[in-house]
């Protein structure tokens, strides 16, 4: 782990603040998010070919009401600092993916858990109004720090297992991954057809 | 309501979902966009803040770009309240403010999942692709010994960036302005914009982008085409089998994901026999 990932993971875990806790000014799509954090790996192709692929894979899925899709920051992160430290861009795309995936889960939980201090904080606010301002900025910098702990011991976890496995992975795995990667942005276009199915006007 | 008011509620309305929880879902974030309008009205009834703050803490849960509708709307009923002459009057003005922000937050949700989740964001994502491609950035497989200026790469992810936010700005800024300034009548300005056709152009234009997009795609494989080799055949068939693969997924509202996910392993049975 290099000061470049634990960088990485920084403007990663601000990015993914975009995603819902603050701005939503898109700073967190794939295709903005992706180009940025390669800025930190030095990597700018894989940079704009993983946030491409990430926007297609996720395009499916939006936050409509209460629905928490995969974080398109957490997978081009993942898939770049991995890329970064060696792992080949088709496999670390694979383990930007489940990383989302498991960090939607963890959002989720985080989300359940929240109405503990929720309690606190109305009381909190109906006796002063302005601790609301204190209880927005509170959440801010758990979110933001969660964010980061979580990728960073994602990362960590994944260089680690990889960099032990690798040496056993037999060429089969290697060409599986590389087909399932290349057909990542036909599975995302070909989506993105139904999507823009004209119903009424 | 003052610009600087208006202003506050405005850029507050960017902390929105900060505190987003599975229990109340966004009422901290109302109360916190709301709260320099509501030290403003009850400036010399501050005994009363507790109980208006109440009402505010209590369920909320809209589309954050559509909320300014919901900010301008509660607002002008806010002041409804505040100058109620008489204890019915003030029950029913909270009634009304009640099923206000019910009935509005459901509206806009409906409106802005649709035109900007739904529409302009894989429309913009459309654009910065073909923009990329136009740039001779090409995605599909990317070649490192090609150098490529900075200012390509961020040209095509800027352009979106500036296509979403000129637009969901307009909405946010304009919204607060158009709610509080409209009646109940025409549901508060909501019916100033005609939203069902500005999202059935986005998408037909989107549609067109799609296809394009496709066919371009189709075409990158085929230009380099010579013989009709193993490597060209098997390429060939994992990219239909996905197209078609993913119109089924996509009717059994299995996400794009979870097919990735199922490719690797099928993938990785069919290389190992």
């Known amino acids: 782990m290099t000061p470049e990932i634990f960088m990485l993971c920084v403007l990663a875990a601000l990015l993914e603040l975009d995603t819902t806790y603050a701005f939503q000014l898109t700073f967190s799509r794939g295709i903005i998010a992706a180009p940025l954090i390669s800025l930190v790996t030095g990597d700018i192709l894989a940079g704009i070919q993983v946030g491409v692929f990430t926007e297609l894979i996720f395009a499916d899925v939006n936050p409509l009401g209460g629905i928490l899709p995969p974080s398109a920051v957490i997978c081009a992160a993942v898939s770049l600092a991995l890329h970064a430290m060696g792992l080949e861009l088709y496999f670390a795309f694979f383990f930007g993916v489940v990383g989302a995936i498991l960090f939607a889960v963890a959002e989720k939980l985080m989300r359940k858990n929240r109405f503990k201090w929720l309690v606190f904080w109305e009381t909190q606010i109906l006796k002063t109004p302005n601790a609301v301002v204190r209880a927005v900025f509170m959440a801010l910098a758990t979110s933001f720090l969660m964010n980061f702990i979580l990728l960073f011991g994602f990362i960590w976890l994944c260089a680690k297992g990889m960099f032990w496995l690798l040496p056993h992975i037999p060429m089969q795995a290697h060409f599986a991954c590389r087909f399932a990667y290349m057909a990542v942005p036909w599975i995302g276009l070909a989506t993105l057809i139904p999507a823009f199915r004209l119903k009424a006007r | ?273």
Not at chain 2, 35 to 54: C, G, I
Not at chain 2, 102 to 121: E, P, Q
Not at chain 2, 185 to 209: E, H, M, P, Q, S
Not at chain 2, 219 to 233: E, I, N, R, S
């Open chain 2, 1 to 273: 309501m003052h610009f600087s008011i208006r202003l506050q509620i405005f850029l507050r309305s960017f902390l929105l979902q900060t505190g987003w929880n599975y229990m109340k879902y966004q009422n901290l974030g109302l109360t916190f966009v709301m709260l320099p309008f509501l030290r403003h009205t009850y400036q010399n009834d501050k005994e009363a803040m507790p109980s208006v703050l109440q009402r505010y803490l209590e369920i909320f849960n809209t589309q954050p770009v559509m909320a300014s509708f919901c900010f301008g709307a509660l607002a002008k009923q806010e002041e409804a309240i505040a100058k109620a002459e008489s204890l019915t009057r003030f029950k029913e003005k909270v009634t009304e403010w009640e099923s206000i922000k019910k009935s509005l937050s459901i509206t806009t949700a409906s409106i802005g999942d649709r035109l900007f989740w739904g529409a302009l964001k894989p429309l913009t994502l459309l654009i910065a692709l073909f923009i990329w491609l136009m740039l001779g950035i090409n995605f599909f497989e990317i070649n490192s010994s090609v150098k490529i200026p900075l200012a390509y790469v961020f040209c095509a992810g800027g352009i979106a960036f500036f296509i979403f936010n000129a637009i969901s700005l307009f909405v946010k800024w304009q919204g607060i302005k158009i709610s509080y300034d409209a009646s109940e009548k025409t549901c508060f300005g909501l019916t100033r914009f005609d939203w069902n056709k500005t999202i059935y152009n986005a998408k037909r234009i989107g549609l067109v982008f799609a296809v394009g997009m496709i066919l371009f795609g189709i075409y990158h494989y085929l230009k380099d085409f010579t013989a009709l080799d193993v490597h060209f055949v098997t390429r060939a068939v994992i990219v239909l089998f996905f197209v078609m693969i993913s119109f089924v997924t996509r009717k059994l509202r299995i996400p794009n994901m979870y097919l990735y996910l199922a490719a690797v392993g099928v993938f990785n049975i069919v290389c190992y026999l």
